[in-house]
């Protein structure tokens, strides 16, 4: 059981590029969630799905796009990517139908730079 | 909308010395409050949360944490601390019917030395 994985680690880009982010999770949770965290500011929510075939947008969604085509798989795209995307990805999943009170697990992040 | 505060930046402490995280939050609808953990170089897992009951709650490794509604407060405790406790902790809050969004406060960095 890996739990939730994210693919890639790390990963280096110029403005303007493009790249997908993926998220990964075994354990048959219907909520995953993709975060991103900067220094001084927590973790502010980009985007969550509620299933397979669904997403909507979170706090911070602009310059971000996201798809969950099968329910293990959460995908995060950068169309065009800018320097103020430069940040840790967290993607994390929860157990059922989103209630206020699961616990949400999270993967280790993607340490993404934009130059 | 519900926000949240954490009140230190950073907190440098002794080892085997007392430590105290400060969490205050702020919303209309009643919300459960949750404590994450980030050790270095990895992701976010869970330390404790607030559901209902005693507003007392304890981790597995001898943190706790009180749910204070008059003073709309969850501060984390730990009377004596190890080094293997650096790390950064979050303090979050989800609002009920929200979809088990979480709300993040920004952080503290808890830095334990020997």
């Known amino acids: 059981n890996a739990g939730v994985t994210q693919t890639p680690k790390f990963r280096v880009l110029k403005t303007g590029q493009s790249m997908t982010l993926l998220c990964a999770q075994d354990m048959n949770h219907e909520y995953m969630y993709w975060y991103r965290q900067d220094p001084g500011m927590g973790l502010r929510l980009i985007h969550y799905s509620v299933g397979e075939g669904t997403t909507a947008k979170g706090e911070v969604p602009d310059g971000y796009n996201v798809s969950r085509l099968k329910k293990q798989n959460f995908l995060l795209g950068l169309e065009s990517a800018a320097p103020s995307q430069t940040s840790v990805y967290f993607c994390a999943s929860s157990l059922t139908s989103g209630r206020a009170s699961d616990t949400q697990y999270f993967g280790p992040g993607t340490r993404l730079t934009v130059l | 909308a519900q926000s949240v505060t954490q009140l230190d930046s950073q907190v440098p402490v002794f080892e085997e010395a007392p430590v105290e995280l400060r969490c205050n939050y702020s919303s209309s609808v009643s919300v459960y409050l949750f404590w994450y953990v980030q050790y270095p170089n990895q992701g976010l897992q869970l330390l404790l949360k607030y559901l209902s009951g005693s507003t007392l709650v304890e981790s597995i490794n001898g943190f706790e944490a009180e749910f204070n509604k008059s003073q709309t407060s969850f501060h984390l405790r730990k009377p004596s601390v190890h080094i293997s406790d650096t790390a950064e902790y979050f303090c979050?809050?989800?609002?009920?019917?929200?979809?088990?969004?979480?709300?993040f406060g920004q952080g503290t960095e808890l830095s334990v030395k020997p």
């Open positions: 979050a809050v989800s609002a009920l019917n929200q979809g088990g969004k979480l709300i």
